[in-house]
C-alpha cells in the first residue's frame, strides 16, 4: 500500500491482503482439522465454531457499514475498508484458532 497512488491501487492492496490472511487462516484451519480428525467430537465442534465465526465477521462488516447504498454513503475507498476491516478481523480470529490449537488436548 506504500506504493499505491490511486484508490484504485489501494483498494487492490487491500483485497491482496486480506485474501493473504484468509489464505492463511485456511491453512492453519486445514491443519488443525488433519490433526484432530481421529477426534470425532472436536472435528465437529470446530467446524461449529467456525462457521458461526464466519457468520460473525460477515455480520460485524455488515453492521460497520449498514447502508444499502455503498458507494454513496461509503465512497470509493468503501472496498478498502471494508477488506481492512475483514484483514483485522481474520488475524484475530488467526490468534484465537492457535490458542485453541494451543490448548487442544485429545482424548484418552
Known amino acids: 500500500m506504500k506504493v499505491a497512488d490511486t484508490q484504485?491501487?489501494?483498494?487492490?492492496?487491500?483485497s491482496d491482503e486480506a485474501n493473504r490472511i484468509d489464505a492463511e487462516l485456511n491453512t492453519k484451519y486445514?491443519?488443525?482439522?488433519?490433526?484432530?480428525a481421529g477426534d470425532?467430537?472436536?472435528?465437529?465442534?470446530l467446524k461449529v465454531a467456525e462457521r458461526a465465526w464466519l457468520r460473525y465477521r460477515d455480520a460485524l462488516i455488515?453492521?460497520?457499514?449498514?447502508?444499502?447504498?455503498?458507494?454513496?454513503n461509503y465512497g470509493t475507498e468503501y472496498?478498502?475498508?471494508?477488506?481492512?476491516?475483514?484483514?483485522?478481523?481474520?488475524?484475530e480470529h488467526m490468534?484465537?484458532?492457535t490458542d485453541?490449537?494451543?490448548?487442544?488436548?485429545?482424548?484418552?
Open 95 to 97: 490468534a484465537t484458532l
Open 40 to 45: 470425532s467430537l472436536a472435528l465437529a465442534k
Open 79 to 91: 472496498p478498502m475498508n471494508v477488506n481492512l476491516l475483514r484483514a483485522k478481523l481474520t488475524r
Open 8 to 14: 484504485h491501487d489501494l483498494n487492490l492492496c487491500a
Open 62 to 72: 455488515a453492521a460497520t457499514y449498514p447502508a444499502l447504498d455503498k458507494q454513496l
Open 100 to 108: 485453541l490449537i494451543n490448548d487442544y488436548q485429545p482424548p484418552q
Open 30 to 36: 486445514k491443519n488443525f482439522l488433519a490433526q484432530i
